[in-house]
């Protein structure tokens, strides 16, 4: 039986091709998805290990009340938890210790260097040609290196680190793609404007950065880069402790080390020490789970691959087993048993998933070779492992041969049971009703469309239900469950609403061609389920695309009419690297001539509400309200004058603040804010401390060597005396910033909410004016974060523009947008993210070809004598293929239409949960929507073509003498 | 196009005036395989089909009557020879010409029925007009619905009729087009007897009320009485061409299989060989 069996699958191997190709296909995106994510995380870790290469990192002991990103000046900060928990930011943060701290650590025992990192993102690199560096969107950063701040993972391997604010060393890579040598001047811009700098030196890292570039700068040049940034002075998060500055210490003498500092530590620091292999760990998890909505993506064109090709396989083996029914019979009265027909067609199958997994593995090795390929063309070199490994390639094979077996078995249940008597006869028994699926389906579709509808609620509606732990639950739950409802139910209702979907499509063909139109459309309902399965394979596809479709081009048309009913102004500008305008950018622009009028928005860093609740907050002039946002108050009930409001120091809340706080109108809320300052006569008392201990010290190892001299031992004293000189040397090598003491003074502030207003992207953020701002910050936290700006009246707008471009062009990170290019920006955005998904649709379309090609081959030898027939009574070889074209097209745009209505629903019920989140428009796309369906129409004439000619070739007698 | 019959046509068959042939074969043969295997289907085979009339070809199992019948029909290529319908030469047509021969000179009738299952009886029996985008006289099919008998089944599928039914449809639908020639293949091989005889009283009554030709292959005795005429076919060659023969005078033919014809048929197929 064996043997059968194998030499049945040598002889049909031509009728397996397009099993395999599809096996081939899934498995590919099987093994792929999971070797890109080994990938990813492969060097995720590897850059971790390089970029935090500490033994022990010592941190702030207790954790922090985090469940809402603080720090991050995300918009999403106060969006009820959604947008977080779909991120899956899940890390922990700590409270922030001294960086003093460092000399404390680098005295104990076992300890070679301790020092805190500052990294500073935001940067820009010119390069030699004068233009500022970027390389696909990959950051580049600040990372303070130099004695007292060792990097071990680098190896300098030119000049010296930066020793002064004017000097950096680069990577060698960074080198390479900037065109600079050591010895260069260029300009790096930081966050407080470009300044001129040289390149005093050269280094590798041990790990390649994903494209990013690092700039190795002075250790207190990134310290108080740091601070400015985050407005926080003389704090950070970590400080790093080498054991070791040659070799990296391995888990155990890590777990020894954190001991022993642990136990050094002293209580009043609310430090705590931990291994580096588990901060890294930490990070490295935290990373890869922002990275993790890649593989489930991936995977779902993979399951639609696997299940197109899992009946395309049903197809092949029905057809095969259709044809070898005699033999089989044969084999029956022969007395082989039912299990061992059974078994040479699971043979086959066995055979046909080998070679298609195989195939698959190959092929999914390939693709992930040929994206780092790629990416590293394009300047994002990746070191990171992209071989699949041993696990990868079991779960492709074993996905594979399942999908095959699962797809052979029920024609070989077929031909293992049917009597031999039967089996000489092959009859086709008729289709079970599909009444079952289509109430099971309804109702799956029905309990879809209640979730849509809850979480329209959930959204909507204050409290929806009496129970708290619903009203809190997060909308992507109920979203996603109902999209998952909606989509398997409408595949299960498929086979019932093929026949409604007959007598609606066939019409237009049934009447354009009289004959072959209602031919093909009455074919469709011959078999239903083998119709809908067909049809299935573009319904996801192109439900996932149309409802993203839907969802982008809402996000752009909300976009554009903010601009266009909403934004009088005409030029927005922005830093491109880091977010913030200094004010030096600001005055150069404000005194181009031409311009109006300009409004800085500028963010107050630091301030919470109540108690902890952060916030944020924006300071601008009244002027913001009257001359470049209309404030919208919504229309039902007054919510104050924002004008007004900002005018006399009032707080003007965005809609979503209120409904979060629950505060209202003209209620007085409490505003507070953290001020970090430095404390002068504390400093200057420290400083002198210092130097007294200094002085202490040195003289008592002067009075040392003094009576070693007068021992007489020469020798002795001489160490003695050279010491002291050292202690001289190392105390004029501490950094004075070390010294300086910091003051936290808290900021409390009654302030009367004046105005509620609901413009779209103001909903999230709260207003002061700049004086409140001001009265509430320091300088350091108060930072510009756009200019907003009118053109004189009369002027014209191109050569304004042309003149703000030449103000800022030497700050070389300014943007200066105007009306349509700030309405572009996002439109760019959002169009490169639509070709990823097009790309996608493209191969869920050659998938479902496949699928519509088999189907049709299945349909066409199941029908060899009603074709013949047809030819015998005169229909023209034109006439067949158009009838199979037809029924391919049907089955197609059958599919499609499924799509389309299905992705539009999801589309607009995403669109309107996340209306608050600034998708204030609900745009469909109908021209795409068309093309896909044109397209729909064309795949399924091509996809007829292989099954036409198959059907023409067989001579008309054989078709109808087949006795 | 007609071409005047050669004078070399040796054939044991009848000479009948050109006007009232409706298809003809010249010296036909066929073929079937290589060297050893080599297996001569039809032998030289010269016969003319007279228009009006029903002819009934006989034979046994792999006599080459249905392989006669399928290159007659241009269903299948001859090897060699000629094949006329209408003075139109069939053996030497392209895809193209066969299509439009199918539809206006020939009509066909199965064993197996061949209904299109998704359509019901009267779109059955007019589905070839419409492949022709031919118009449909109203009168005509009235007629031969009625002949049929179908009037009360016409809108029924296929699958919710009787064989018998199915075959009356399948008569109609060759009817329908009022070929040149219908060529029917066992039109009773699936039937019962009562059917098989109101079948064959159908086709009796088209040939004629309605002058209609047709050219049946059958191995039934009693089918092959309905006819004007009997070929019977042994080994490749006609043995046989009876003239308005009873049911008796068949039975007789195929209740001697010792007779000499047989034997001289056998041996000259071997001979072939």
Redesign the interface.
């Known amino acids: 039986m064996i043997r059968i069996g194998l030499r049945d699958a040598r002889a049909h191997m031509g009728r397996f091709i397009m099993s395999i190709i599809a096996i081939m296909l899934g498995v590919s995106f099987v093994v792929g998805s999971f070797c890109f994510r080994d990938m990813l995380n492969n060097q995720v870790s590897q850059m971790m290990a390089t970029n935090a290469d500490a033994d022990v990192y010592v941190r702030g002991a207790t954790e922090q009340h985090n469940d809402k990103s603080i720090g991050t000046d995300s918009s999403s900060s106060s969006d009820s938890g959604a947008s977080s928990s779909l991120t899956g930011n899940t890390s922990t943060t700590y409270n922030s210790i001294n960086p003093n701290l460092a000399q404390t650590l680098s005295k104990i025992p076992g300890v070679a260097a301790a020092s805190p990192s500052y990294m500073v993102s935001g940067l820009v690199l010119v390069g030699a040609n004068g233009n500022a560096r970027s390389s696909m969107g990959a950051p580049t950063l600040g990372i303070g290196v130099g004695p007292g701040n060792e990097w071990r993972s680098s190896t300098l391997t030119k000049g010296h680190w930066a020793e002064a604010d004017n000097q950096i060393a680069l990577t060698n890579e960074a080198l390479d793609k900037s065109g600079l040598t050591v010895g260069d001047e260029t300009t790096v811009v930081f966050g407080d404007g470009p300044h001129k700098v040289k390149v005093v030196g050269a280094f590798n890292t041990a790990s390649s950065q994903a494209g990013a570039t690092i700039i190795a700068i002075d250790p207190a040049l990134a310290k108080s880069l740091s601070e400015q940034s985050t407005g926080k002075s003389n704090e950070v998060s970590q400080i790093g402790v080498y054991g070791s500055k040659t070799t990296p210490l391995d888990e155990q003498q890590q777990q020894q080390l954190a001991d022993r500092i642990n136990r050094d530590l002293p209580k009043s620091a609310d430090a705590h020490a931990v291994t580096g292999d588990s901060v890294r760990d930490e990070t490295t998890k935290s990373v890869q789970d922002q990275m993790g909505f890649v593989q489930p993506l991936i995977l779902i064109f993979a399951i639609i691959a696997l299940f197109v090709g899992s009946f395309i396989i049903a197809n092949t083996f029905s057809m095969i087993v259709h044809d070898s029914m005699r033999g089989y019979a044969l084999l029956r009265s022969v007395g082989a048993s039912p299990l061992q027909i059974f078994m040479t067609v699971i043979i086959q199958a066995l055979v046909l998933g080998l070679v298609g997994s195989v195939l698959g593995i190959a092929l999914g090795w390939g693709m992930v070779r040929l994206i780092v390929a790629g990416l590293n063309a394009a300047g994002m070199p990746l070191t990171g492992a992209v071989d699949p490994s041993l696990t990868d390639m079991i779960v492709g094979l074993v996905v594979g041969l399942v999908v095959t077996i699962v797809g052979a078995a029920w024609p070989a249940r077929t031909a293992a049971l049917a009597p031999p008597i039967q089996a000489m006869n092959a009859t086709v028994n008729p289709e079970k009703p599909v009444r079952a699926r289509a109430i099971i389906g309804a109702v799956m579709t029905v309990l879809g469309a209640c979730c849509w509808a809850f979480t329209w609620r959930l959204v909507n509606v204050d409290d929806p239900t009496p129970w708290k732990a619903v009203n809190d639950m997060t909308v992507g739950w109920p979203l996603g469950v109902g999209a998952a409802l909606v989509v398997l139910g409408v595949i299960v209702m498929a086979p019932a609403l093929v026949s409604p979907a007959q007598a609606v499509l066939g019409w237009i063909p049934s009447h354009l061609f009289?004959?072959t139109g209602?031919?093909a459309t009455?074919?469709i309902s011959?078999a239903k389920r083998r119709t809908a399965n067909t049809a299935t394979a573009l319904f996801v596809g192109v439900a996932i695309v149309g409802c993203l479709a839907v969802v982008a081009s809402s996000a752009k048309a909300s976009v554009n009419s903010l601009v266009d009913t909403g934004f009088k102004g005409d030029f927005v500008a922005m830093n491109a690297a880091n977010g913030q305008l200094t004010d030096e950018q600001v005055k150069a622009m404000e005194d181009v001539k031409g311009i109006d009028t300009a409004v800085p928005v500028s963010a107050v860093m630091g301030v919470t509400y109540n108690d902890s609740d952060p916030s944020l907050v924006m300071a601008s002039d009244p002027s913001l309200f009257t001359k470049i946002f209309s404030p919208d108050t919504g229309d039902d009930e007054q919510q104050g004058d924002p004008v007004a409001a900002l005018r006399d120091g009032d707080l003007v809340i965005g809609a979503q603040v209120a409904k979060n706080q629950d505060w209202k109108l003209g209620q007085t809320v409490t505003v507070r804010a953290k001020q970090v300052t430095v404390d002068e006569q504390a400093t200057r008392q420290a400083q002198a401390q210092y130097q007294q201990h200094v002085q202490d010290q040195i003289m008592q190892v002067q009075q040392e060597a003094q009576r070693l001299a007068a021992q007489g031992d020469l020798q002795q004293a001489q160490a003695k005396a050279e010491e002291a000189q050292k202690i001289a040397e190392d105390a004029k090598h501490v950094d004075p910033m070390t010294l300086v003491k910091t003051r936290t003074d808290t900021v409390t502030k009654k302030l009367k909410i004046g105005a509620i207003i609901t413009n779209s992207i103001y909903r999230t953020m709260a207003f002061v004016n700049n004086k409140v701002a001001d009265e509430l910050g320091t300088p350091q936290t108060h930072m510009t974060m756009v200019l907003y700006m009118i053109a004189d009246k009369g002027a014209d707008v191109a050569s304004v523009q042309r003149k703000l471009q030449d103000a800022v062009k030497p700050y070389y990170v300014v943007n200066i947008m105007n009306r349509d290019e700030f309405k572009s920006t996002m439109a760019t955005m959002i169009n490169s993210i639509l070709i990823i998904l097009y790309a996608l649709l493209a191969l869920s379309i050659v998938i479902a070809i496949f699928g519509i090609v088999n189907t049709l081959a299945l349909s066409v030898a199941e029908r060899t004598?009603?074709i013949?027939?047809?030819?015998?009574?005169?229909?023209?070889?034109g006439?067949v293929r158009g009838m199979l074209g037809i029924e391919a097209a049907i089955i197609s745009v059958f599919g499609t239409l499924l799509g389309i209505i299905v992705g539009i629903s999801a589309g607009m019920v995403i669109r309107s949960t996340y209306a608050n989140n600034g998708l204030t428009q609900l745009a469909i796309p109908w021209g795409e929507l068309g093309v896909f369906l044109v397209l729909s129409i064309v795949v399924g004439l091509v996809a007829s073509i292989s099954p036409a000619h198959h059907a023409l070739k067989q001579?008309?007698?054989d078709a109808?003498?087949s006795? | 196009m007609a071409t005047p019959i050669s004078a070399s046509t040796a054939s044991p068959t009848r000479t009948i005036p050109d006007d009232q042939i409706v298809a003809r074969a010249v010296d036909l043969c066929k073929t079937y395989g290589q060297g050893d295997s080599r297996v001569v289907a039809l032998d030289h085979i010269n016969v003319e089909f007279q228009r009006g009339h029903m002819t009934a070809i006989m034979g046994p199992s792999g006599s080459g009557k249905?392989t006669l019948m399928?290159c007659m029909a241009g269903?299948?290529q001859p090897t060699g020879g000629q094949v006329f319908v209408e003075g139109l030469e069939v053996s030497s047509m392209n895809?193209?010409q066969l299509?439009?021969l199918?539809?206006k000179e020939i009509?066909?009738i199965?064993?197996?029925f061949?209904?299109?299952?998704?359509?019901n009886a009267e779109?059955n029996i007019v589905?070839?007009l419409?492949?022709?985008h031919r118009p449909i006289d109203k009168d005509w099919f009235n007629t031969v619905v009625r002949v049929v008998g179908l009037e009360q089944r016409l809108r029924h599928r296929p699958s919710q009729l009787s064989g018998g039914q199915q075959q009356r449809v399948a008569c109609a639908?060759a009817m329908m087009e009022r070929p040149s020639v219908i060529f029917a293949?066992e039109p009773t091989g699936n039937l019962d007897s009562r059917s098989s005889r109101e079948v064959l009283g159908f086709l009796r009554q088209s040939v004629e009320e309605f002058g209609q030709s047709i050219v049946m292959v059958t191995h039934d005795p009693r089918a092959a009485s309905f006819a004007d005429r009997v070929l019977v076919l042994a080994d490749g060659s006609i043995t046989m061409d009876m003239d308005h023969p009873s049911y008796d005078d068949i039975l007789e033919v195929f209740a001697n299989p010792d007779d000499d014809q047989f034997d001289t048929a056998t041996a000259n197929g071997e001979v072939a060989l």
């Open positions: 009289p004959v209602r031919l009455r074919n011959r004598k009603e013949g027939l047809l030819r015998a009574i005169g229909t023209s070889n006439q001579p008309v007698l109808v003498a006795e | 249905s399928h269903l299948d895809q193209r299509t439009q199918r539809r009509g066909f199965f064993q197996s061949n209904l299109v299952p998704t359509l779109e589905l070839p419409q492949i022709a639908r293949d």
